[in-house]
C-alpha cells in the first residue's frame, strides 16, 4: 500500500509551478522564517539567571525552551491543514496576532508559569512563518529548485538565531529579561510589515478538500509514504540532536566553564555560521547533486564527529573551544541535510505541500523537544548527557534517512 501511494504521488512531486502568481522577495520569506527561531534562541542565555529571577529550578526554568518547542509543533501541525485550505496569507497574519499576544503575556509575567505560557503562545504563532515559507517555495518551484531556494532562505535566516543570543545575552546583562521580550515584539513588528507589503498569496488550487476531516486525514496519507516518512524523521531527528545542544550548551557554558551568558552568545556564532555554510554550499551546488546524495553526506557528516565528540567527552580532555569546534563540523552537515529533506518532504505532493510542510515541522520539533528535556533533567556537572543526545539524533537521522531510500 505504502508503495502504490508512493508512485502515485511520484506524477505529482515534479508539477509545474503556476504561472502568473507574484512571488514575494527571498528576504520577506527569510524573515518570516527568522521570527521563529529568533524568539527562540534570544532567551537562551538568560536561562541560568532567570532560575535566580523567579526562585524557580533549572528543569522548570528549561520549560521555557521545551514549552516554546511544543507549541511550534503544534503550531506547526495546526498552520499547514489550514494554509492548504483557506491560503497562505490569511494564516500567516493570524498566527502573527497571536505570536504578538503571547509576547504580552510574557511581559507582564510575575512568575515563571505564565511567562512559560506566554512562550506557548509565540511559539504558536510564529510557527506559521517557518511553515508557509516552504509551502510558498514549492507552490512556485520544482523539487530540485526548491530544496535550493529552501538552502538560500536558511542559510540567510540563521543571522537572526547567531545575533539571538548574541543580543539576548547583552540585553539580560544590561536591562533584565524584559528588555528581551521588547526586543522581540519590535522584530515581529518589521515582520509584519513586510509580510503585508510583500507576501502575496501563492496557493490558489484549493479544491483537493471539501472538509476540515480530510485536511487532518491527509497527514496519514503521507505518513504511508516511504519516501515522506525518510524524508520528515531524517529532519526531525537531525534537529533534535541540535536541540540537544542548544539545550545545555549554555549551562555547559556558563556553569561547566564559568563562562558568561555573553560569552555564550559569541560562541553560538560559530554554530549559526558553520550551519549557514552548510546551507550556502547546499544552494550552490543544489542543482547539480541530487537532494538525495546532499541529506547522505550531510547526515553522515553530523554523525561521524557526533562520534568524536564523544570519544573526546569520555577521554576527559573536552575544552570549551573543541565543544563548540566539533559542533560547528555536524551543524555543517546539518546544513546539508535540512534543506534538502525539507525540500522532498513537500514535494512528494505538492497539492498537500502546506500539510507536509506542518506534519513534518511538527515532527521536528516534538521529537527535538523530547531530547532536550532528556538533557535538561540530566545535565549536571558533565557535558556528557548533551554529547550522548547529540550522538543519538544524528544516528537516527542517518538511519531515517536509509529507511526512505530503501526501495523493494
Given at each position: 500500500?505504502?508503495?502504490?501511494?508512493?508512485?502515485?504521488?511520484?506524477?505529482?512531486?515534479?508539477?509545474?509551478?503556476?504561472?502568473?502568481?507574484?512571488?514575494?522577495?527571498?528576504?520577506?520569506?527569510?524573515?518570516?522564517?527568522?521570527?521563529?527561531?529568533?524568539?527562540?534562541?534570544?532567551?537562551?542565555?538568560?536561562?541560568?539567571?532567570?532560575?535566580?529571577?523567579?526562585?524557580?529550578?533549572?528543569?522548570?526554568?528549561?520549560?521555557?525552551?521545551?514549552?516554546?518547542?511544543?507549541g511550534?509543533?503544534?503550531?506547526?501541525?495546526?498552520?499547514?491543514p489550514?494554509?492548504?485550505?483557506?491560503?497562505?496569507?490569511?494564516?500567516?497574519?493570524?498566527?502573527?496576532?497571536?505570536?504578538?499576544?503571547?509576547?504580552?503575556?510574557?511581559?507582564?509575567?510575575?512568575?515563571?508559569?505564565?511567562?512559560?505560557?506566554?512562550?506557548?503562545?509565540?511559539?504558536?504563532?510564529?510557527?506559521?512563518?517557518m511553515?508557509?515559507?516552504?509551502?510558498?517555495?514549492?507552490?512556485?518551484?520544482?523539487?530540485?529548485?526548491?530544496?535550493?531556494?529552501?538552502?538560500?532562505?536558511?542559510?540567510?535566516?540563521?543571522?537572526?538565531?547567531?545575533?539571538?543570543?548574541?543580543?539576548?545575552?547583552?540585553?539580560?546583562e544590561?536591562?533584565?529579561?524584559?528588555?528581551?521580550?521588547w526586543?522581540?515584539?519590535a522584530?515581529?513588528?518589521?515582520?509584519?510589515?513586510?509580510?503585508?507589503?510583500?507576501?502575496?498569496?501563492?496557493?490558489?488550487?484549493?479544491?483537493?478538500?471539501?472538509?476540515?476531516?480530510?485536511l487532518?486525514?491527509?497527514?496519514?496519507?503521507?505518513?504511508?509514504?516511504?519516501?515522506?516518512?525518510?524524508?520528515?524523521?531524517?529532519?526531525?531527528?537531525?534537529?533534535?540532536?541540535?536541540?540537544?545542544?542548544?539545550?545545555?550548551?549554555?549551562?555547559?557554558?556558563?556553569?561547566i566553564?564559568?563562562?558568561?551568558a555573553?560569552?555564550?552568545?559569541?560562541?553560538?556564532?560559530?554554530?549559526?555560521?558553520?550551519?549557514?555554510?552548510?546551507?550556502?554550499?547546499?544552494g550552490r551546488?543544489?542543482?547539480?547533486?541530487?537532494?538525495?546524495k546532499?541529506?547522505?553526506?550531510?547526515?553522515t557528516?553530523?554523525?561521524?564527529?557526533?562520534?568524536?565528540?564523544?570519544v573526546?567527552?569520555?577521554?576527559?580532555?573536552?575544552?570549551?573551544?573543541?565543544?563548540?569546534?566539533?559542533?560547528?563540523?555536524?551543524?555543517?552537515?546539518?546544513g546539508?541535510?535540512m534543506?534538502?529533506?525539507?525540500?522532498?518532504?513537500?514535494?512528494?505532493?505538492?497539492?498537500?505541500?502546506?500539510?507536509?510542510?506542518?506534519?513534518?515541522?511538527a515532527?521536528?520539533?516534538?521529537?527535538?523537544?523530547?531530547?532536550?528535556?532528556?538533557?535538561?533533567?540530566?545535565?549536571?556537572?558533565?557535558?556528557?548527557?548533551?554529547?550522548?543526545?547529540?550522538?543519538?539524533?544524528s544516528?537516527?537521522a542517518?538511519?531515517?534517512h536509509?529507511?526512505?531510500?530503501?526501495?523493494?
Open positions: 500500500m505504502s508503495n502504490q501511494i508512493d508512485r502515485d504521488a511520484q506524477g505529482r512531486s515534479d508539477a509545474s509551478p503556476p504561472a502568473g502568481v507574484r512571488r514575494p522577495p527571498l528576504w520577506s520569506l527569510i524573515l518570516i522564517t527568522a521570527l521563529s527561531p529568533f524568539a527562540l534562541q534570544v532567551l537562551v542565555p538568560a536561562m541560568p539567571g532567570l532560575v535566580d529571577d523567579f526562585g524557580s529550578s533549572r528543569g522548570v526554568v528549561g520549560f521555557s525552551l521545551t514549552g516554546y518547542l511544543l511550534m509543533a503544534v503550531g506547526q501541525l495546526a498552520c499547514g489550514l494554509s492548504d485550505r483557506y491560503g497562505r496569507r490569511p494564516v500567516l497574519f493570524g498566527g502573527l496576532v497571536v505570536f504578538f499576544v503571547g509576547s504580552v503575556f510574557c511581559l507582564v509575567a510575575t512568575d515563571i508559569w505564565p511567562l512559560i505560557a506566554g512562550r506557548v503562545l509565540q511559539a504558536l504563532g510564529a510557527s506559521a512563518g511553515v508557509l515559507s516552504r509551502a510558498i517555495v514549492r507552490d512556485l518551484y520544482d523539487r530540485e529548485r526548491a530544496a535550493q531556494m529552501i538552502a538560500y532562505i536558511t542559510a540567510g535566516m540563521i543571522v537572526a538565531p547567531m545575533a539571538g543570543p548574541v543580543v539576548g545575552g547583552y540585553l539580560y544590561l536591562f533584565g529579561w524584559q528588555s528581551v521580550f526586543f522581540v515584539m522584530f515581529g513588528a518589521v515582520v509584519t510589515a513586510a509580510c503585508i507589503a510583500f507576501v502575496h498569496e501563492t496557493h490558489f488550487d484549493r479544491g483537493v478538500t471539501t472538509s476540515m476531516g480530510e487532518w486525514q491527509g497527514f496519514g496519507f503521507l505518513l504511508r509514504m516511504r519516501r515522506f516518512r525518510g524524508y520528515a524523521l531524517q529532519v526531525a531527528f537531525t534537529t533534535a540532536s541540535f536541540y540537544s545542544f542548544l539545550g545545555g550548551a549554555s549551562a555547559v557554558t556558563v556553569d566553564f564559568g563562562q558568561s555573553s560569552d555564550y552568545g559569541w560562541w553560538f556564532v560559530m554554530i549559526s555560521g558553520s550551519y549557514m555554510t552548510g546551507n550556502f554550499i547546499s551546488i543544489g542543482m547539480r547533486v541530487s537532494s538525495d546532499m541529506i547522505t553526506l550531510g547526515t557528516l553530523s554523525m561521524t564527529f557526533a562520534f568524536a565528540l564523544l573526546v567527552t569520555l577521554s576527559g580532555s573536552l575544552t570549551l573551544p573543541v565543544f563548540f569546534l566539533l559542533s560547528g563540523v555536524m551543524s555543517i552537515g546539518n546539508f541535510s534543506p534538502n529533506g525539507f525540500a522532498g518532504a513537500v514535494s512528494v505532493d505538492p497539492t498537500r505541500a502546506g500539510t507536509a510542510s506542518g506534519l513534518s515541522g515532527l521536528q520539533t516534538a521529537i527535538g523537544a523530547l531530547l532536550l528535556t532528556v538533557v535538561g533533567y540530566t545535565l549536571a556537572d558533565s557535558p556528557l548527557p548533551v554529547v550522548l543526545m547529540m550522538l543519538t539524533g544516528v537516527l542517518w538511519f531515517a536509509r529507511h526512505g531510500m530503501r526501495r523493494r
